[in-house]
């Protein structure tokens, strides 16, 4: 047969038979890029799932009105599978398309029917093809230019290797592959896949990331992770792994909108595949929360939308909910993770920006939302009030994790104890998140801000104890009523820069004390500012003394030097004597020895070693 199934490698009967299939929502089938097809068919679409082909023969008895001609006929596919199908001589030959592909997988724009020799158009009814009870049609696949063919090539001989591990269980590829040097695994294939994506050409690198998920591949890979046989599932996650890894190291930001609907599609299969606490899953949830950061989210422009997003809001505060009563109730729990935490924020961000568009905020949301949002279509009614519902929830289990925390650390004071509390640590972070939904919903705000006032020593405490440098703090000094001395003081003290001591990068000098003034300059002036700032080690000729205090004879000795009448580097106010200023006629002073007359910057020199001290 002369088509793009037949003449693929990966035959239809390869997708079938297996058991195993049933654990995904679709069957990877073999599909072919197109230079006039816009929108590439992929798993992520609202047609059902479906199931996989068991047997050479099998009936589709699918639910249609009732007729007065009801006709049986058989579509033969390829040269083993026939399927029995059943419609109103009405239907339209579309339907008989859509059938198909619910029951294959295989893409309606990829597929031809064939009847007495013609082949029969989309907007003909089956009568009109003149299609009897018990008619054989042929199901045949379109085959059209592509402007990646290698990209198609090499992404099929992926998921033909793919299905020939999950069938055969090998320990080694099979010969074709293995006799290539070095031998070719799924995951080097699927690294050369993506190393092939064009940098600079966003359309070609549009078209070329497109392929992955139209061929099915996603879908395969988890098939192969959720294999019984240890090597085939380590072999899957280590290449599910690296088409991750890849997506964010390998391709450039630019891309990542194409990036997104392949990440997406990994975590819609692992959720249903493996569920939510799988790790492999974690990771694809994460990566797709920082990819967010670099997409437009929207229904309408972006590649992904709010609706597309909130069940990871909504799965992510289910954790958090659940992770916060386990802390209350062990003392050994973990409690939050900072993953969940981490990946509940990324998410949260897109998703409180599309509210406020949705609104057109200008002021904070009532819920029960009132009748006049419905008069506008407010198009996230349903995601408003969850977002709602998790907000209360999240803040009254935080609020009793408080009140647990006020108890315990009384009870450790009272016994001259030190409260130690893993499970803690991440409470701020979520409060800080639960801040910024407030303020979106009326009378939120206010709620926050009295459980945090009700709860102020347990709020001091984790701020004491948890707050780092590297988290942004300045929210909760909006209200003082929630801290006191102690955690405002730790909180400016995290805003200020770490001071770091670089005891391998000091400067020294080795100073000779009869040209104090003369040296130090020339050790400062020829010094880099960065090595300076790292710290000094100064030490005099012919004295063995070194430290702190040696360091500051130095500085005073300097100092000293720099301001004594005899250099005329300053000369003092007229009207206050304690007062200084450069003197102007230094730059005459070449003959000093201090500074040469063929330097031409030799007036500026001795200014600059004060500067410098003063830096210092």
Request: glycine content about 4%.
């Amino acid at each position: 047969m002369s088509s793009s199934l037949s003449n693929s490698k990966r035959k239809l009967d390869d997708y079938a038979a297996d058991d195993a299939l049933s654990l995904l929502p679709l069957n990877p089938t073999p599909t072919r890029m197109r230079k006039d097809q816009n929108a590439l068919p992929s798993s992520s679409s609202n047609s059902p799932p479906p199931p996989p082909l068991a047997s050479r023969h099998r009936s589709s008895f699918l639910d249609a009105p009732r007729s007065l001609t009801r006709l049986q006929f058989f579509v033969r596919i390829l040269s083993d599978y026939t399927l029995v199908l059943h419609a109103d001589s009405s239907d339209t030959i579309k339907s008989i398309h859509e059938k198909i592909h619910s029951i294959t997988g295989i893409p309606i724009i990829e597929q031809r029917l064939i009847y007495r020799g013609k082949q029969l158009q989309w907007e003909q009814t089956l009568d009109e093809c003149m299609v009897q009870n018990d008619a054989g049609l042929h199901l045949v696949g379109r085959m059209r230019s592509t402007e990646h063919p290698q990209a198609w090539q090499l992404i099929n001989d992926v998921v033909s290797l793919i299905f020939y591990l999950y069938k055969n269980n090998p320990p080694r590829p099979p010969p074709s592959l293995l006799a290539l040097s070095p031998p070719k695994t799924v995951k080097s294939m699927l690294l050369e896949f993506l190393s092939m994506t064009p940098r600079n050409d966003s359309d070609q690198a549009c078209g070329h990331l497109q392929i992955f998920n139209a061929s099915s591949a996603p879908a395969a890979l988890v098939m192969l992770y959720m294999s019984s046989h240890r090597p085939n599932k380590e072999a899957a996650d280590d290449a599910i792994r690296q088409v991750i890894s890849s997506c964010k190291t390998i391709l450039p930001k630019h891309t990542y909108h194409q990036c997104v609907p392949i990440v997406m599609e990994f975590c819609r299969l692992l959720n249903r595949a493996a569920g939510t606490d799988d790790k492999l899953y974690g990771l694809c949830r994460s990566s797709l929360g920082t990819m967010l950061e670099y997409v437009e989210v929207g229904e309408k422009n972006g590649v992904i939308g709010l609706r597309d997003i909130f069940p990871f809001v909504s799965e992510l505060a289910a954790k958090l909910s659940h992770d916060l009563v386990v802390s209350m109730e062990s003392t050994t729990s973990p409690g939050p993770s900072l993953d969940d935490v981490t990946d509940f924020s990324a998410y949260l961000a897109p998703a409180r920006s599309e509210i406020k568009k949705d609104v057109g905020f200008s002021s904070p949301i009532g819920v029960p939302l009132s009748e006049e949002c419905f008069n506008v279509s407010v198009c996230y009614a349903d995601e408003i009030i969850l977002l709602h519902g998790i907000f209360v929830d999240l803040l009254s289990k935080l609020e009793k994790s408080l009140v647990k925390i006020e108890e315990l650390v009384d009870l450790v004071m009272q016994q001259d104890g030190e409260v130690v509390m893993v499970g803690w640590c991440q409470y701020l972070a979520i409060l800080k998140e639960l801040n910024k939904i407030s303020q979106l919903y009326y009378g939120c705000e206010e709620m926050f801000w009295e459980v945090m006032k009700r709860r102020k020593g347990a709020i001091c405490y984790l701020i004491v104890r948890y707050a780092k440098r590297s988290d942004d703090h300045k929210w909760i000094l909006q209200y003082k009523e929630v801290t006191n001395f102690e955690a405002r003081r730790h909180l400016a003290m995290m805003m200020l820069p770490e001071v770091k001591d670089e005891y391998d990068d000091l400067h020294e000098m080795l100073i000779d004390r009869s040209h104090l003034l003369a040296e130090s300059f020339e050790y400062i002036a020829r010094a880099e500012a960065e090595s300076l700032r790292a710290g000094l080690f100064m030490e005099f000729k012919n004295e063995e003394a070194t430290g702190p205090g040696v360091l500051r004879e130095w500085f005073f000795l300097v100092c000293q030097a720099i301001f004594n009448p005899e250099n005329a580097l300053f000369v003092a106010c007229p009207n206050d004597r304690r007062r200084f200023f450069p003197n102007p006629g230094i730059g005459n002073m070449y003959e000093a020895p201090l500074v040469p007359a063929e330097n031409k910057k030799g007036k500026k020199r001795l200014l600059h070693l004060y500067l410098v001290l003063v830096e210092m």
